[in-house]
């Protein structure tokens, strides 16, 4: 067995590991259940990568996430390493032949998302793997307690039962003690070793401003040569915003779930290639993107609670070089957290309607077998059943967390194609339709397995093949649907609702209201201390955040905007003659304030206001103040 450093150099061509990532290696080949906490930038997967490659068989990994999935899988093909995943999207028969690779190929390691664990066709092949290792990502959402439950991650103990002789790694970047504590018993490890990196980062400055001008605020704050990512809450105001930083010169691509993929992919690569500097998202962007050089993430709207605020800004600063995380609110944030629990926790009638209608938009009658996938379009879905987007989204996930269904992302699905008629059939349309039969004759030629089930087929490349025009070849799809030769599913893209268990009468529902009481009081508890973060004006930001992952530092960090506002003790009188040192020439405020600290802006504000009372200062036509020379 190769050790792991070689491993790393040889696929990596790194020469050292980063902090705590040879220990949890080492620990997981000498097959010891482990749990890794490793904040954002971390280095988590390859702690499961090399394992996977150092012994026979293959790693098993769980992920919620279908983006973070082909990222990783995509990257690890570039480093000449098999690798393949499963997930809601994915058609029958892909998943089948993924599966058969996984006990005949060189494949090592199977990204699965968790629901897939459950169905008939994945656990008629589970008992044939030769699994080295089952990782478990973002395992804080196998726990109740934990910001981000999904009651399928549950069944991953199940796993155990079948390999109860496979180590077992699970890995996140924010849990509590609570959290960590359940983890291991919802995963039911045994004996897990523990390695927790302090969720310290000395080289990010972290930053809360009061503004009742936040695009002002950004294009102040953003160095339009620096890498930067802006969050921001929902995609309107993401598109809003990118708007106003292009208009001010300001290169700048927008990400968010609602663009079409073409889009988000360029906009992505366009900013991981330095192209563009700023990116304006949604916040699951960032998630499993490896760019270490970003300099700023601006918040642009206050998070919900501490994890988001943690996991997203550590997403600056990878390279370890000094970064900014700033956070921008005003009363309307804090007006909006205080109202959340509202929102997020409906009453029991509200939860059934819901149920009811999710029922009736996708068609499911009583009694439904369970355990399938449908195309689920929330804002149809709230247009057609007259429901605000907000409330219905938050019961949604409430009775995701009961169990009853899994909502994935938005995932892709080409266009698939399968014959229908026979041979005979379509031998005869060459003679009456020419135009129709070319098309038929270059399908079969291009895909083998057309005649037999659904086929996943690109348009693009069938239309150059035959030298058509892809408007008029999708026009004849069309036409030979209509003739019942063949059954043509357009490219399509959306969520998933997969549905676990058989449909009942709404008013037979039953739902844990214990549960849901308990998770709307840590709602309350969350977003108490977002809050109190946001308001705070003499705790140190780090000692915060520390206290609240359960850690205990000892001193100040120095550098966030409480710590750097305590450390300024600058006397008044040398501050008046170095501003007035800085205006010997004309100049603009903006440029005058980029001179100082942003804790004593305020001051010199005051400053400047007070010398220009005094007529020391002048305010000119062109925007500039400049010494008042008589």
Not at 24 to 35: F, Q, R, S, Y
Not at 78 to 83: L, N, R, S, T, W
Not at 109 to 116: F, N, Q
Not at 448 to 465: D, E, M, Q, W
Request: net charge neutral.
């Amino acid at each position: 067995m190769s050790k792991p450093v070689e491993i790393l150099n040889q696929y990596w061509r790194y020469k050292n590991f980063r902090p705590l990532q040879e220990d949890i290696i080492e620990t997981v080949l000498a097959n010891k259940d482990t749990l890794a906490l490793l904040p954002t930038g971390g280095g988590k997967s390859l702690c499961y990568q090399i394992p996977a490659l150092a012994k026979d068989g293959f790693c098993l990994v769980i992920s919620p996430l279908i983006a973070l999935m082909q990222d990783q899988v995509e990257r690890l093909k570039a480093h000449d390493i098999q690798a393949a995943y499963i997930h809601a999207g994915m058609h029958y028969n892909d998943v089948k032949r993924t599966l058969e690779n996984m006990l005949y190929g060189p494949i090592k390691l199977l990204y699965v998302s968790p629901e897939r664990l459950q169905t008939d066709l994945f656990l008629e092949y589970l008992p044939e793997f030769n699994l080295n290792l089952i990782a478990v990502d973002e395992a804080h959402c196998i726990s109740q307690w934990g910001h981000d439950f999904r009651p399928d991650y549950l069944k991953v103990a199940e796993l155990r039962k079948v390999f109860p002789k496979v180590p077992v790694l699970a890995l996140t970047a924010t849990a509590t003690k609570e959290v960590q504590d359940d983890i291991a018993k919802q995963l039911q490890l045994n004996k897990p070793l523990v390695f927790k990196q302090s969720f310290k980062r000395d080289n990010i400055f972290y930053e809360i401003k009061y503004s009742e001008n936040k695009t002002g605020d950004t294009l102040q704050r953003l160095n339009p040569k620096d890498c930067s990512i802006v969050y921001c809450r929902s995609r309107k105001q993401t598109e809003s915003l990118g708007r106003s930083l292009v208009h001010n010169n300001l290169d700048t691509a927008v990400y968010h779930a609602g663009l079409d993929k073409d889009r988000r992919k360029t906009a992505q690569q366009a900013w991981m290639n330095d192209e563009t500097p700023t990116i304006i998202a949604t916040t699951a962007f960032g998630m499993g993107i490896d760019k270490p050089n970003v300099r700023m993430v601006l918040h642009y709207d206050a998070t919900e609670h501490l994890e988001a605020y943690y996991q997203e800004s550590g997403r600056a600063g990878r390279d370890g070089k000094p970064s900014n995380a700033l956070l921008l609110y005003n009363a309307s944030d804090i007006k909006r957290l205080e109202e959340s629990t509202a929102i997020k926790f409906p009453p029991e009638a509200y939860l059934k309607q819901v149920y009811q209608s999710v029922a009736e938009y996708l068609q499911i009658p009583i009694g439904n077998e369970p355990n399938q996938y449908y195309a689920f379009d929330l804002a149809d879905f709230c247009k057609k059943f007259k429901l605000e987007a907000m409330p219905a989204s938050s019961a949604l996930k409430l009775l995701e967390q009961e169990g009853l269904w899994t909502i994935s992302e938005a995932v892709f699905h080409p266009a698939t194609i399968q014959f229908i008629a026979d041979r005979h059939i379509l031998d005869n349309i060459s003679n009456t339709y020419p135009g129709l039969a070319f098309v038929t004759t270059g399908l079969l030629r291009l895909y083998g397995t057309i005649f037999h089930y659904p086929t996943h087929v690109k348009l693009s490349n069938v239309a150059r093949h035959l030298k058509l025009e892809q408007a008029d070849l999708e026009r004849m799809l069309l036409r030979l649907q209509e003739m019942e030769i063949l059954e043509y599913n357009k490219p399509s893209e959306g969520p998933q609702l997969f549905f676990y268990s058989r449909r009942v009468d709404s008013h037979h529902l039953i739902l844990d209201l214990k549960r849901i009481d308990t998770l709307r009081k840590q709602h309350i508890a969350r977003t108490g201390a977002m809050i109190n973060f946001l308001l705070n004006e003499n705790e140190c930001r780090e000692k915060i955040l520390l206290h609240y992952f359960g850690e205990a530092p000892e001193k100040d960090c120095g550098h966030c905007d409480i710590c750097r506002k305590k450390n300024t003790k600058t006397n008044t009188k040398e501050l008046r003659s170095n501003v007035l040192s800085n205006i010997c020439n004309a100049i603009t405020i903006k440029q005058l304030l980029t001179q100082y600290p942003d804790t004593i802006h305020e001051q010199v504000l005051s400053l400047v206001r007070n010398l220009a009372d005094e007529g020391i200062l002048v305010y000119n036509s062109n925007g500039t103040i400049s010494n008042n020379k008589k």
